[in-house]
């Protein structure tokens, strides 16, 4: 089992920045994979970014180059630094993450609202 807890969610200004964090604990050796994904109210859940356990990563179109993931692999956690915010960036923000026998976890989710 994985454990998954957000933060970092709030209430910014459009242009302005946030730093999510997912911190992991349990059976975090068997992770291949941790990310976000975010659901704007009335859409669908989308993938944002995903960094893997070989370091590579993967951002969705809509956040390349304002937006960047990575992890401190000492603390367990992984992190999703938003620059130039949008309103229409506003949406719970969940991590993620997939273990090498297939089986996907989630956080409960945090609430990002960027305002105009």
């Known amino acids: 089992q994985v454990q998954l807890v957000e933060s970092g969610g709030g209430l910014v200004q459009a242009g302005g920045s946030l730093r999510l964090s997912c911190a992991a604990s349990g059976s975090i050796f068997s992770l291949v994979l941790m990310g976000w994904h975010r659901q704007a109210p009335g859409k669908q859940r989308e993938l944002v970014a995903v960094i893997f356990s070989g370091g590579s990563t993967v951002y969705a179109d809509s956040v390349k180059g304002r937006f960047t993931i990575s992890r401190d692999a000492a603390e367990n956690t992984v992190y999703l630094q938003m620059n130039s915010l949008e309103p229409e960036d506003t949406a719970v923000y969940y991590c993620?993450?997939?273990?090498?026998?297939?089986?996907?976890?989630w956080g409960k989710g945090t609430l990002v609202t960027v305002s105009s």
């Open positions: 993620h993450s997939i273990a090498n026998h297939g089986m996907a976890y």
